[in-house]
C-alpha cells in the first residue's frame, strides 16, 4: 500500500513539475506544440507549431528534442518569413 502511495506521488510531482516549469522536450508537449528552448538550455516552455505561413503543423514529437539546443533559429527579424519577429531569449521566429 505505502509503495502504490509513494509511486502515485511520485508521479503526481513530476507532473507538477513538468506543467510549472515548461518542457523538457516534445514528448512533454501535445501534438502540434513543440519545446523551444534557449540556446544551451535543458529546457523551455511549448509553442504551436506552425509553417512559414502560420498554418498549424501537427508533427510527432522529435527524439531529438530532449538534448539541449546548442544555437539559435534567428538572430534579427529579417531572419524570419513576413508576419513573424525573432525572439530574443528564445532565438526563434514567433508569429506576430
Known amino acids: 500500500m505505502f509503495k502504490r502511495f509513494f509511486l502515485v506521488s511520485v508521479f503526481l510531482f513530476l507532473v507538477f513539475v513538468i506543467h510549472c516549469y515548461g518542457c523538457v ?9 513543440k519545446c523551444v528552448k534557449a540556446p544551451f538550455n535543458t529546457s523551455g516552455t511549448c509553442m504551436k507549431s506552425v ?9 510527432l514529437p522529435d ?19 513576413i508576419g513573424f519577429y525573432c525572439d530574443r531569449y528564445y532565438k526563434v521566429c514567433v508569429k506576430r
Open 25 to 33: 522536450s516534445d514528448f512533454d508537449c501535445g501534438i502540434g506544440y
Open 51 to 59: 509553417d512559414k505561413f502560420g498554418i498549424p503543423t501537427y508533427n
Open 63 to 81: 527524439p531529438d528534442s530532449i538534448l539541449p539546443k546548442t544555437s539559435g533559429d534567428c538572430d534579427f527579424d529579417i531572419d524570419c518569413p
